[in-house]
């Protein structure tokens, strides 16, 4: 398992990309563990029983203790196994706090608005949220360059903290202009995180979980038909 008796088990579901977050965590840090897939729509005991509050994945339980939300899983694996892969937070405590603060942005403000944007009830909200999601990937533009100091990674030289924070976003994000042809980030707009998606994207912990396009693509279509045909009987 993950060494030193250890034992972990990722309760998760694969098209999601906070699931991803944990496992791309687990890759860099080279960690083994058992993987549950759950049926969201027919929860496990096991998953009501680890997240009573939430009932939602990912769940990592370490040696039973079950640990809820992607960002704190990826905080809790780089604490308790500080010895083994990379650090993925800044040794620095104002650089951790930032780390952590635009870990916050991405899903609060850049997630959040792309979302609005496929979900959108109105095309005049759609655009809006794609208006918002435009102005997140310019400020995250910024953070990249501030947090980078010059380097490939948000990290630096290795991937750290926001990399995976991020990076569990672009598979959703190649599925979204495979679509749709938006991209987001691109040449004109976010050059750096353009060049940083090519070479996340690379690296081999990322490749060994990243789910396939091409299924993403076919899930995206299926649960928008079921939600289509959902408001259609209301």
């Known amino acids: 398992m993950a ?32 993987y549950v897939e759950e049926n969201l729509r027919d929860k496990s005991e096991l998953l009501l029983k680890s997240s009573p509050v939430q009932k939602k994945v990912p769940v990592l339980i370490h040696n ?11 905080q809790y694996l780089d604490e308790v196994y500080s010895a083994t892969g990379p650090s993925f937070l800044p040794v620095d405590r ?3 706090a930032m780390a952590r603060f635009w870990a916050a942005f991405i899903d609060d403000k850049f997630l959040v608005s792309w979302l609005k944007a496929g979900r959108g009830k109105t095309e005049h909200e759609k655009a809006e949220g794609l208006k918002e999601t ?20 948000f990290g630096g030289d290795s991937v750290g903290y926001l990399d995976i ?16 042809g938006i991209r987001l980030f691109d040449a004109s707009r976010s050059p750096l995180l353009e060049k940083w998606v090519e070479r996340f994207g690379k690296l081999e912990e990322v490749m060994r979980v990243m ?6 693509v076919e899930h995206a279509k299926l649960r ?10 209301n």
């Open 64 to 74: 039973g203790n079950p640990i809820c939300e992607s960002q704190i899983i990826v």
């Open 3 to 34: 060494g030193g008796g250890d034992e972990l088990k990722l309760l998760g579901m694969w098209a999601s990309p906070f699931v991803l977050r944990v496992k791309l965590a687990l890759s860099f840090k080279g960690l083994s563990y058992e």
């Open 134 to 153: 435009f102005a997140a990937v310019e400020t995250l533009e910024g953070a990249f360059k501030e947090c980078s100091k010059g380097k490939p990674f």
């Open 94 to 96: 104002y650089e951790r």
């Open 165 to 180: 924070a991020l990076g569990a976003l672009v598979a959703w994000m190649r599925t979204a202009e495979v679509r749709h």
């Open 211 to 216: 789910p396939d396009i091409d299924r993403l």
């Open 224 to 233: 928008e038909a079921e939600v289509a045909a959902a408001a259609a009987n």
